[in-house]
């Protein structure tokens, strides 16, 4: 049973023929009688008496259709609710992001604006942490993707996003012939990265950061090179087998997938750094920008379920169930 067959039962019943249900949709007459003989089909019962003068419902006819009303006012109350809702989602929604999150991030935020609200403008400020703590402080931007909490206050409500990887990635034609060997790799331990000259961002980005702790931590130094301020420059001079680069697979799953960058994962230890999702006090209770916050969770667990952003996702709330856990929700 579907809505096209109720619409076409009910038009029927109050135009008293079917000749006269499809002038008024303004659809063809064999589509109708088709919709009704399937519909009387599913429910194992006759609906309609049918005549030279047109049709009749038929006693178990007029029980369906008060079922029937009500099923398309519920329907038509549910379209009416959700139209409203995007009706006020429009105006203008800033997001601060990194240059990796951004990558992966902002396209389909986009793609999904554009199918499912269409009246809100976004925009992005792409910059480093540092710059996105200021941006929020400041009310320059109304949503943050940033890798530690962000207080205003004293107070954070910030929303853990995921716990990415940070790997190692190479070109798989290295032109540089100390990383011949290294390319056929799939895994590195970290005190190993101090034989390689690697791009960095600057000392004060929290990836530096954490870098710079584990090789005090393991007892060495990393031979860091300059990156070249813009991520996409970098990239391209790693893909052109000319340097490596650590940085999260959000940062570079399109150079993956298309197979002119290799991850080489960082092990003894693993590194991981936390994501978060964090919306402007102010715009707590605007529609446009906690429509974003939402989608931009939506994608979070998209990204990751495609392996475009690898790591531990933290936030499940639209998390994909594994083929493993699909029973288990099935059967309750």
Sequence with gaps: MNSKQLQYFLATAEQGSIAAAAKHLDVA???????????????KIKLLERDFRGVKLTDAGNRFEQHARIIMEK???????????QAECKGKVVVGLNQSSCNVLSVALLNELEHRFTDIELSFKIGP??????WLAEDQIDIAVCHKPITKNGISDALPLIREDINLYISPHPQNPSYSELAMHSSIPFVELQYYDIFLPDKQDTLT?????QANKSGITLKSKAAFGQLMTTLHYVTQGLGLVICPSSAVFHLESCKQLRVINIIQPSLQRDVFLQLAHKK????????????????????HDNKNWRGTLLDRKYAIPSVNNIETLVTG
């Design 29 to 43: 007459q064999p589509a109708i009688s088709l919709q009704l003989t399937n519909l009387e089909h599913e429910l």
């Design 75 to 85: 329907i038509q109350a549910a379209k009416t609710d959700l139209i409203g809702e």
């Design 129 to 134: 942490f540092d710059m996105i703590e200021n």
């Design 209 to 213: 950061i954490m870098l710079t702790k």
């Design 284 to 303: 707590q209770h605007e529609p446009a920008a906690m429509a974003v916050f939402e989608l931009l969770r939506e994608i979070t667990a998209l990204s």
